[in-house]
Structure formats: structure tokens, C-alpha cells
């Protein structure tokens, strides 16, 4: 079966190829509204955007039936948009505008003007790819901001934009949205053609604020999945709680149905996140895959979401996941250098066998903000007495401070399921 389907994905990557190669110019995409609903059309024909962001894992791009990714921005651009063309994958391809937060200072002409032409070199660079789906300019330059002068450099980049590329439309991408920068946008930056929103636990707020806040284009959700750090339940020691893979599952699943292909009139697709692996407060928390490949029950729920069709064999789930009977939410202190009972109930639907692996690490001390860069946090080593399975006993470190218990279970067919508990050393 395996074998099967990789020869299925390898002649769709040869069609594709056939046909998408012969095409060496660019391929006119363009914003339309007809009795009051918006949609993209990509070389005159209706373009829905199925969306993941992040450029790994192209071919089980194709698999699951994603017809497009998103950067951030245009770093290793021209290998990108040629691997994706040859799967007949476009690019909303991402143009990094600086963010106050992190040094950015709009009051600086020449920095502002910098950023300008060095954006139109990017532009004229690119613009011609048959690739090229859109153009993201900025992500979330609004976070932890105060100077609104970062608008008239989003109106100025966006109608160099129109100047240089009359083919592709203008994206800018907000962090979760507020009727007061949807103001600025209109009046500021009027060549913006697409609201960008990346939104993770408020998701289904955005369909009634497109409305109520004003903004009268179409929208793309270019960030969603699980709720975000930021927005769960936090330990006494201030450890945010994660779900298990399962229930990020089931949430990526409702979320796309309820929130985003339910509103036909003004959303015009979505990038899911992260189609890849990151540090962000855990391992696991955006993550679709492992860092190796493994794919969780998310990736499942989105070839579901984009062909109606389940993979033939699915991810393992887990039911339950104990320290000392205890879960994230009931504040887990354990006592150092002693021996506490750690279980996980799962199940397989194919019944196939399952490994269990069990790893701990310390809480990291710091943690990014906005998908900043984190450092992956210190493993610790020996922690389980006996052998590895469905129930474990683990020694508590004998140090104080907060720490993380995982699991990951796999069904030998690259698929993995996972789970992951904060506790603290008294």
C-alpha cells in the first residue's frame, strides 16, 4: 500500500510537471467580487486557497491536497517557488517588514526607504514566477507597537508593489484583528488587496469582525491551529498547559470547518500552522511533524479538510496521559529524587503495533514572543526506571524549578501521536 501510494504521488508530480513547466511566465491572479462574495482567480479560473505555512514536506503537500504555501519571507525564494512549481504548488511569498519590537525605527527615512528598495528588488526579482501566487508584506507588525507611521511604509511598499507586479495581489498579515489598524489600513496603505489574519483560539470571532470592524475586501486566515500559548491555562509556575496531539486534531478540524470554510462571502482560503517543526514553548505545540517527518493527527484532519478523504492509515490517539494521576491542569508538584507513576492510554485505529518513547526536559526560563526564535531546552537523561511502555515509572529530578514530561507514540508508518505534562520540583 506504501509503495502504491508513492507511486500515485510520483506520477501527480509528473502531470503537474508536464504541465506547469511549459509555463515560464507569470500567471495573472486577480481579487473578483460577484454579488457580494470574493474569490482569487489564477489564470481566469477560480483559485481557493488551500493553504500551509512552511515550505518542508512538499511532496506530502501534494498528498493531503495543499495547493499552496506561505513564507515569511523571501530568503531562499528562487528554490522555493521552482520546488514548488514543479509540484504545482503556488507561494504567497512573504516580504518581512520590521517590526518595532525588535529594533525597527519608523522614524528613520533612511531605514524606511531602505527597506523600501530593497523590497522592489525582491519584487522585480520574483514577480515573473509562474509560482507567484501573492505577495505577504509584513507579518504582525503590529505586535507590541506604538508608532503608526509603520502603515504609511505598508502604503508605500504596497503601491511600489502595483507599479513594479500588475499581476499578483497585495496581502498584509495582522496579528488577530482590530477594527482600529483595519481604519489605518484603508486609509494608509489603500493598495493592500487581502486582510491577512493569523488568529489561533479568537478564530471564530473573525468572521463577525470582518463585518463589524469595517473591512469591505476579502481576508485569508494565515495563521491558525491551536490555541496559542498565550491564551491557555497556566500552572502556578506560569507553564502553560498543552493538549495532546488528539485534541489539537479535533480542534484543527472544527476550526476549519465552523471558522473558515464556512464563510463563503469574504475568505478567500488559509495557511495552516506550522506545516514543519519549531520550539515554541514546547516542541510540540504549532508542530504538524516531528523534526524527522512524523506526522500527528493534524496533517490527517487536513488532507480531510482539502479532499474530503481520510488517509487510508491514520495516526495513533491517545485518550489519557497521567503523572502521578494527575494532568497539567491540577498544578503537578512532585518531589525531587523520588518515583511517581506516569500512564498513557491510546489506541490505534489500524491496530497497528505501538512504540512508546518518553522524554523530559527543563522548562525553558524564557520563551519567545510572536514565533521569535527559542532555544530547545535542556533533556534530561535517565529518568525512567524500567522499561519504556504505555506505563512508566520515572525518578523526579532532584533539582528544583519547573519541568516537562513527554510522550510520543508511534504506529511503525510514520505517524505519531503525542502529549506532554509541566511539573515542578518543590
Keep these: 500500500m506504501k509503495n502504491t501510494l508513492k507511486f500515485i504521488i510520483a506520477l501527480v508530480l509528473f502531470s503537474f510537471s ?5 509555463q515560464s511566465g507569470p500567471v495573472k491572479v486577480e481579487v473578483v467580487e460577484k454579488d457580494g462574495q470574493f474569490s482569487l482567480l489564477r489564470g481566469g479560473k477560480p483559485y481557493y486557497v488551500k493553504g500551509v505555512g512552511g515550505n518542508t514536506f512538499m511532496d506530502k503537500m501534494v498528498e493531503v491536497g495543499a495547493n499552496s504555501l506561505r513564507t515569511w519571507g523571501p530568503e531562499g525564494a528562487q528554490e522555493i517557488l521552482d520546488k514548488a512549481h514543479k509540484r504545482g504548488i503556488t507561494v504567497t511569498l512573504g516580504l518581512w517588514v520590521g517590526q518595532e519590537r525588535q529594533g525597527f525605527d519608523y522614524n528613520d527615512e533612511w531605514a524606511v526607504k531602505g527597506q523600501l528598495e530593497y523590497f522592489r528588488e525582491v519584487v522585480t526579482k520574483y514577480k515573473d514566477h509562474p509560482a507567484l501566487l501573492m505577495w505577504g508584506v509584513g507579518n504582525e507588525m503590529d505586535l507590541f507597537y506604538s508608532n503608526l507611521k509603520v502603515w504609511d511604509a505598508l502604503g ?7 507599479e513594479v507586479d500588475p499581476n499578483h495581489p497585495i496581502m498584509t498579515v495582522t496579528a488577530g484583528i482590530d477594527v482600529a489598524e483595519i481604519q489605518l489600513i484603508k486609509e494608509r ?3 493592500v488587496d487581502i486582510l491577512g489574519i493569523n488568529v489561533y483560539g479568537d478564530i471564530p470571532r473573525v468572521p463577525k469582525f470582518i463585518d463589524l470592524f469595517g473591512w469591505d475586501g476579502p481576508y485569508m486566515v494565515t495563521e491558525w491551529g491551536p490555541t496559542g500559548t498565550w491564551e491557555v491555562f497556566k500552572t502556578d509556575w506560569h507553564a502553560a498547559v ?7 486534531a479535533q480542534t484543527y478540524l472544527t476550526r476549519f470547518e465552523n471558522y473558515i470554510a464556512a464563510d463563503k462571502d469574504n475568505c478567500v482560503g488559509s495557511y495552516v500552522f506550522l506545516w514543519g517543526s519549531k520550539q515554541e514553548t514546547t516542541s510540540t505545540w504549532f508542530s504538524m511533524f516531528t523534526p524527522d517527518g512524523k506526522e500527528t493527527g493534524a496533517v490527517q484532519v487536513m488532507q480531510y479538510c482539502f479532499t474530503g478523504q481520510w488517509p487510508a492509515n491514520r495516526c495513533p490517539e491517545i ?6 494521576g ?7 508538584y512532585l518531589k525531587g529524587g523520588q518515583n511517581y507513576k506516569a500512564e498513557v492510554k491510546a489506541s490505534d485505529l489500524d491496530n497497528d503495533q505501538l512504540t ?15 514565533g521569535d526564535f527559542e532555544a530547545d531546552p535542556v533533556e534530561i537523561e535517565g529518568f525512567i526506571e524500567g522499561d519504556a511502555g504505555p506505563s512508566v515509572t520515572i525518578k523526579a ?4 524549578g519547573g519541568y516537562r514530561l513527554f510522550i510520543f507514540i508511534y504506529d511503525g508508518h510514520d505517524h505519531v501521536a503525542t502529549a506532554n505534562h509541566p511539573f515542578y520540583i518543590k
Excluded: C, H, R
Excluded at 498543552?242 to 489539537?248: A, P, R
Excluded at 512508546?356 to 510572536?370: A, H, I, L, R, S
Design 18 to 22: 508536464v504541465q506547469l513547466l511549459a
Design 156 to 162: 508605500d511598499i504596497a503601491t511600489m508593489i502595483k
Design 189 to 191: 496603505a489603500p493598495d
Design 242 to 248: 498543552d493538549e495532546t496531539s488528539t485534541d489539537k
Design 319 to 324: 485518550q489519557s496521559f497521567t503523572v502521578d
Design 326 to 332: 494527575k494532568v497539567g491542569y491540577d498544578n503537578i
Design 356 to 370: 512508546y518513547v518518553w522524554q523530559m526536559y527543563k522548562e525553558p526560563e524564557e520563551t519567545g514572543t510572536g
Design 397 to 400: 529530578p532532584k533539582a528544583k
